[in-house]
């Protein structure tokens, strides 16, 4: 029986800076009770919507409704907005839980950022990688990972109720610590994704980077290193870690 098709979807990095150090990357827990990567941190994203297609179709850019999914996602997920603009203010942190709300309500986002005299943003977002794992899971996504910089100001996450049970910003060493620790979880591509936004001392760097590499679609394989099966990707797209026991690769 041949498989289902895969779904669509879009995932977007939201990186700040941040007086620390590296910069800080947003990063939502999934409710534990979610079919795919139930419990695991993720980057905020979700499928692509008919309404999504539709809206890319009326701005002229129908090649770009993953960009419009990466950031209504990241709004309803983490009331972090992104990916608009106004010509004559600036977007204030209490916006986020209006649009967060509005949206998971069933809100229009194009009729909502018109009502508050905003404009969609689609060129901040910026093309990183496309990953497609092929293994038998619950759900089979083809996913579009942008990445973006966070708006001016502190802007305090707030996960979307019954879909994650938590927002954050943290560096990415940050979180692959605590995911070697057992204290996070996360799947295959987060884990490759963080590993290569760690190297990164700047959005401009990753920036940088994405351009240097393909937007060919990444396919894991299983391949015998030593005698033991692992999950691996292709060496050239700019990750330092290419493979991963099988074992551990869907969960730390």
């Not at 986020?96 to 509005?102: E, L, M, T, V």
């Amino acid at each position: 029986m041949e498989p289902d098709p895969p779904i669509p979807a879009a995932t977007l990095i939201v990186m700040r800076p941040s007086a620390a150090g590296p910069p800080d990357i947003l990063i939502v827990e999934r409710a534990a009770g979610m079919a795919f990567a139930g419990g695991a941190i993720v980057f905020p994203g979700g499928r692509i919507d008919p309404a999504d297609a539709a809206l890319a179709e009326s701005l002229g850019r129908p090649a770009d409704a993953a960009r419009i999914t990466a950031i209504r996602e990241t709004i309803e997920e983490s009331a972090i907005l992104v990916g608009l603009s106004a010509a004559s203010r600036d977007l204030a942190p209490a916006l986020g839980p209006i649009f967060q709300d509005a949206l998971i309500a069933g809100a229009d986002l194009a009729t909502l950022v018109a009502d508050y005299g905003l404009a969609l943003d689609l060129d901040a977002l910026t093309p990183f990688a496309r990953w497609m794992p092929a293994f038998k899971q619950a759900r089979r996504f083809d996913t579009i990972f942008f990445i973006a910089a966070a708006l001016p100001g502190d802007w305090p996450p707030r996960p979307q109720l019954g879909e994650c049970q938590s927002a954050e910003w943290a560096s990415a060493a940050a979180l692959l610590d605590r995911i070697a620790s057992g204290a996070d979880h996360a799947i295959f591509p987060t884990k490759r994704n963080l590993e290569r936004l760690a190297r990164f001392a700047s959005l401009a760097e990753a920036r940088a980077d994405a351009a240097r590499h393909s937007l060919d679609t990444i396919v894991p394989w299983i391949d015998q290193r030593d005698g033991e099966p692992y999950v691996c990707i292709p060496a050239d797209r700019g990750y330092p870690i290419t493979g991963e026991p099988l074992k551990t690769a869907f969960r730390a």
